[in-house]
């Protein structure tokens, strides 16, 4: 494997960020946040984070902080806070877990819903935008490496 660390161009040196995958990926994931904080969330009220666990919990129904975090991709503090934000502006529900009264449930409410049907086809809008610069088999193929690289990410987070 090629030594990535430093490279020369020339009298200057260089970082090549350009040819390091997860320095694009995240430059990518920026620029698709900004797209939809500016395309789907604007007048909302709601940020991107909060977007996510709106989404997160229509479409998955009650769950526990650690459900979220691993879907998020947050750390579980990060979650914490970000669900204390979102139940302090109405967007999400606390209910403890009767089986386990330190662990608590997290449930969409009313107005998260709202926001979800107001954005949501805005949202599918951008969706398919961004899905129409590839083909049927190019989009297969990417879902198949970002997928590879999600699980990386996971295992190297997760393993115990």
Partial sequence: MQN???KTRGDAASLGLEDLL?????????????LTTR?????????????????????NGPLKLTEL?????LDPGRTSRLL???????LVRRERDPSDGRASFFHPTPKSRNVF????PRACQSADAFHDLYTDDERDELKRLLDRAIRYANESLYAK
């Fill in 69 to 73: 975090s691993q879907m998020l991709g």
């Fill in 84 to 90: 204390k934000a979102a139940e302090t502006k109405g």
């Fill in 117 to 120: 049907d107001d954005a949501w």
């Fill in 22 to 34: 997860n320095f694009r990926v995240q430059r990518l994931a920026s620029k698709m946040t900004l």
């Fill in 4 to 6: 990535r660390m430093l």
């Fill in 39 to 59: 395309e789907v969330l604007a007048g909302t009220g709601v940020h991107i984070a909060e977007w996510r666990v709106i989404c997160r919990l229509i479409e």
